[in-house]
């Protein structure tokens, strides 16, 4: 008897944490380090910039959508989701994210708002997502990506740093 509810206890431990969110970056142009020029918000650059394009693989399979929460850490009140939080909608285990332009509401294909940027307090143009705005200052900025079930579960988490800015 021991010996089936140690293996139980192992098999269903085993199906908890078995995926872990493969995530990387589409664009040559993001590496990780440093934010793209071109993609900063419109306060320093000439439009708008955009969501990096994202490969996600080992989704877990009973996957309704990932939700993406983008980040300045280095800034608390623009930390936790403050640059936007964004569900994309799937079926597959592996996705091609591709780039969301900032500043606007006007969504492509499979995307939701979960919550709008909140850097209009900082009178910047309303929108989903709010690119890097710091001007420069060596602020750090990421991406929680979470797997989620129909019922909004999280089925699988991980983080990508989209660099300084």
């Not at 592996?94 to 939701?112: K, Q, R, S, Y």
Request: net charge neutral; with cysteine; proline share 4%.
């Amino acid at each position: 008897m021991k010996k089936s509810i140690i293996l139980s206890t192992l098999v269903v431990s085993g199906s908890l944490f078995a995926s872990d969110l493969s995530v990387q970056f589409s664009d040559s142009k993001w590496d990780g380090i440093t934010v793209p020029k071109d993609e900063v918000c419109s306060n320093y650059n000439t439009k708008a910039g955009s969501t990096p394009p994202l490969k996600i693989s080992n989704i877990p399979s009973n996957t309704a959508k990932i939700v993406f929460i983008y980040s300045d850490k280095t800034f608390t009140k623009m930390d936790n989701g403050g640059h936007g939080i964004l569900s994309y909608k799937i079926d597959a285990n592996e996705v091609e994210v591709p780039a969301l332009m900032g500043e606007t509401f006007e969504l492509a294909d499979g995307f939701e708002v979960v919550t709008a940027h909140t850097g209009t307090r900082f009178k910047k143009t309303p929108g989903a997502y709010l690119a890097p705005c710091s001007g420069g200052k060596g602020n750090i900025y990421k991406v929680e990506i979470n797997a989620v079930d129909s019922a909004n579960n999280s089925l699988a988490t991980t983080e990508l740093v989209l660099g300084k800015y």
